[in-house]
């Protein structure tokens, strides 16, 4: 059964910089898409970003275009989300997620099968 768990989180000032990391276990080759999303308390989840199995395809929301990326490194398992330039309204818990399902261009949750518990990222002004 695959298994995600995020790294990274953390407190920051407005303008900083954090990277994420989402460590893989478990039988990879099922996994296709893998993707980020976000949640900030009383909001509902918010995708961020989508990534391809090789990495060549990726869609971001607009909110964080230009200022997130989102990367993958296949050899060590792990799914990364490098945030720059953060804001207040970045403040969620981040969580990543798999599908067994190719990619598409939509940050749509209910196509993602297994997620990690989340990472707290918490912006100051």
């Known amino acids: 059964q695959v298994q995600l768990v995020e790294f990274g989180g953390g407190s920051v000032a407005a303008g900083g910089s954090l990277r994420l990391s989402c460590e893989v276990s478990?039988?990879?080759?099922?996994?296709?898409?893998m993707a980020w999303f976000r949640q900030a308390p009383g909001k509902e989840r918010e995708g961020v970003a989508i990534?391809?199995?090789?990495?060549?395809?990726?869609y971001y929301a607009e909110s964080v275009k230009d200022r997130f990326t989102i990367s993958k490194d296949n050899a060590n398992n792990t799914l990364y989300l490098q945030i720059n330039s953060l804001k207040p309204e970045d403040t969620a818990l981040y969580s990543c997620?798999?599908?067994?399902?190719?990619?598409?261009?939509?940050?749509?949750?209910?196509?993602?099968?297994?997620w990690g518990p989340g990472t707290q990222v918490t912006v100051s002004t």
């Open positions: 478990g039988p990879i080759v099922r996994i296709y898409c």
């Open positions: 990534i391809s199995p090789s990495g060549s395809f990726t």
């Open positions: 997620a798999a599908s067994g399902a190719p990619c598409r261009a939509r940050l749509d949750a209910s196509r993602f099968d297994t």
